[in-house]
């Protein structure tokens, strides 16, 4: 064990400084030449051909950039507060990021997955993941807003998630580290045995594509890596891959490096579905929040459910089984014909490939060589389709192009790694500056890719870009795979760690996109439809701010007979019925963000007057020509004053009472 860990080491370190010493003159012609920046330019004012929807890794959330420009276009907060947005920070979007531990103001975001009809992408919704506290976020692709967010309850370190399924009838999650089910106060080292994986079906509604937990598999104690739905002939399946099947729950690196091989969890859903569909399967108590964000009111809501369904896998003979797969499987992809499962076991130097057909035919010739807590281990032979010898160091994830071509990430030897399908030869292979995580085509987890860009995302960048401090960027880089040989073409940063990637041709989701809402439509509770409306309301302590914008005021624009010890809403709506026409506004001292409020929205926050006073407040977001005079006051007098309240309209007094 010791000596393959030495060498891997001993090569990475090779590797990294052979491709450091590489960065000098040859990839300076690459990136300079003429015909490849012609590739990747996209002129002002127009249009690029692919969104590419980038994980934000640990910022939380999700980056939205063009392809092939690597022009950023919004960071979509879903996971984590954005004082840019007052995502989670204003009174409507909190209940967003509750949880069943409370509110929770961040997360590790991961695998961004893009809704399909009929294993092709249709553009409706993003889905992605949330590890630290286990959770699934939707992001509606017609508002480009995080619209739901349901929590995984049973499940820790939620990794192998969100992947959908062909027609988008469940987004499911995965478990990465198993747990005492159900949670209890027990020895760690009892682990054996007392811990479980939950593997998670999110239902999504059709419809409205709301989403609700259909069922958890409670599976045996392994790691639950990635994973990825059949499509096509396999429509039906989903594929995990496992790590410590060793059942460790101490060092790791060692403890769950001992086995040969690890699994693939082939899961029949469509038949535990059945199973469930007839009253199948367990209710037991679990709480988890379910928080949903309604166009409507421009507000969220979050519930706590209190139990979920639970299947045990050998209550469901012939649903579950697992596939030998050699050291410690990290990726785990299907290729478009949904025949090819494809693990990448990380500490091997070949790539195995399992054959869908072959499995069907081995589970009905019962080729079994043991089993694992009642699931049947199907023989490696008998599934096996191919392997991809030495085809680099340390391979992580596959994508496909659609004409029969695979490429490989490898973290360790730095490159990306094209190879053929069915006669698994190695064809090209790129470098990528640095140690490459996953890789992206445009609807490379779809029956339909589109092969004509691979978009590399690394975790090192050292001296690809200008120095800033000890950290620095990470990035994507953009290769065309249209030809026989990949083609750099693009360097460019990300925000956060870019981990993964779901694209899209643009004029799918484009022609969709909202423009404003639309304010007599609007049900927020607080809204202010018209500047006539507006007002200043106390109750007892608290005081409620009805405030409209438009170019270039706010109304009321006085307010007086606020107190210390108040506690003071503004819900503030923006009047403005034209695209692109945002305001925002901040007050002195307030605890929280700036609002910034779209056309026809409504939002508020809370202000806590602490100093006596006349403070203002302001217009955040540059509106017009004369955005600097669009500015108010608030009067603020000691507790008990008998200053009444008092706002002005149209610049005139106006008494609340
Ligand atoms: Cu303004």
């Not at 939380?60 to 022009?71: D, I, M």
């Not at 139990?307 to 003979?317: G, T, Y």
């Not at 990448?344 to 790539?351: Q, V």
């Not at 409306?533 to 438009?550: A, F, L, P």
């Amino acid at each position: 064990m010791k000596t393959i860990f030495k060498s891997l080491l001993a090569i990475t370190v090779v590797s990294l400084v052979l491709s450091s010493c590489g960065n000098g003159s040859s990839s300076k012609k690459g990136a300079l030449s003429s015909s490849v920046a012609e590739k990747v330019y996209v002129a002002p004012g127009e249009h690029d051909e692919f969104y590419a929807f980038v994980s934000g890794g640990f910022s939380g959330q999700l980056a939205v950039y063009g392809l092939p420009s690597g022009r950023l276009f919004k960071v979509i907060p879903v996971f984590s507060v954005d004082a840019e947005k007052a995502y989670g920070f204003n009174e409507e979007t909190k209940p967003m990021l509750n949880t069943s531990h409370g509110f929770i103001p961040w997360d590790d975001s991961h695998h961004p997955d893009i809704s399909q009809t009929n294993g092709e992408l249709d553009g409706r919704y993003v889905f992605i993941n949330g590890n630290n506290t286990p959770r699934i976020a939707k992001i509606d692709l017609t508002t480009f807003e995080t619209t739901e967010i349901i929590e995984i309850p049973n499940s820790a370190g939620n990794h192998s998630s969100s992947f959908v399924t062909e027609n988008t009838e469940y987004v499911v999650a995965g478990t990465r580290f198993s747990i005492p089910f159900p949670q209890r106060d027990m020895p760690i080292d009892e682990y054996k045995g007392n811990f479980k994986g939950a593997l998670t079906f999110i239902s999504v509604d059709p419809k409205d594509g709301a989403m609700d937990i259909k069922f958890q598999i409670m599976m045996p104690g392994f790691n639950y890596d990635l994973s990825h739905p059949g499509r096509g002939k396999s429509h039906g399946w989903f594929f995990f891959t496992t790590y410590n099947t060793e059942e460790a729950n101490s060092l790791l690196e060692v403890n769950a490096s001992q086995n040969d091989k690890d699994f693939i969890a082939a899961i029949n859903w469509k038949k535990i579905e059945e199973y469930v569909n007839n009253g199948g399967g367990k209710k037991v108590p679990s709480r988890y929040a379910h928080n949903v964000y309604s166009d409507e009111t421009h507000s969220a809501t979050s519930t706590i459910k209190k139990e979920v369904l639970i299947v045990n896998p050998s209550d469901v003979p012939g649903a579950v089984y697992f596939l030998p797969t050699p050291k410690s499987p990290h990726g785990c992809d299907v290729d478009p014909t949904g025949e090819y499962i494809v693990g990448n076991g990380k500490l091997s130097a070949d790539l195995t490939i399992h054959s869908f057909s072959k499995m069907i035919k081995a589970i009905e010739d019962k080729k079994f060589t043991g089993e694992a807590y009642g699931i049947p281990i199907l023989d490696f032979d008998a599934v096996h389709a191919g392997t991809v010898k030495q085809s680099g160091l340390g391979p992580l994830h596959t994508e496909f192009d659609g004409k029969g071509n695979a490429y490989t990430t490898f973290f360790i030897s730095s490159e990306v790694v094209k190879w053929k399908i069915g006669t698994w030869e190695v064809i090209d292979r790129k470098p990528t500056y640095y140690s490459v995580g996953h890789l992206m085509i445009p609807g490379g987890n779809s029956r339909k890719p589109y092969g004509k860009y691979v978009l590399a995302m690394n975790k090192i960048t050292k001296d690809r870009y200008l120095p800033t401090g000890p950290e620095v960027t990470q990035s994507a880089q953009l290769y065309d795979i249209t030809g026989d040989k990949m083609e750099l073409l693009l360097d460019f940063p990300t925000i956060g760690e870019p981990h993964y990637a779901a694209g899209i041709p643009a004029d799918i989701v484009a022609k969709n996109s909202k423009k404003i809402y639309k304010l007599e439509e609007s049900k927020h509770e607080f809204v202010t439809k018209s500047e006539a409306d507006s007002k200043v309301v106390r109750d007892g302590n608290e005081v409620h701010i009805y405030m409209t914008m438009i170019r270039s005021h706010f109304a009321p624009d006085n307010i007086e007979g606020i107190q210390v010890g108040d506690k003071v809403y503004f819900h503030v709506t923006n009047l403005e019925q034209d695209y692109d026409v945002p305001h925002g506004i901040s007050m002195i001292g307030a605890q929280t963000s700036e609002l910034l409020i779209m056309p026809g929205q409504t939002e508020t926050f809370v202000w806590y007057p602490k100093q006596v006073g006349v403070w203002p407040f302001y217009c955040t977001d540059f509106c017009s020509a004369l955005h600097q005079e669009m500015q108010g006051y608030v009067r603020v007098s000691p507790k008990g004053s008998k200053v009444p309240i008092k706002f002005t309209l149209d610049g005139d007094a106006v008494d609340a009472e």
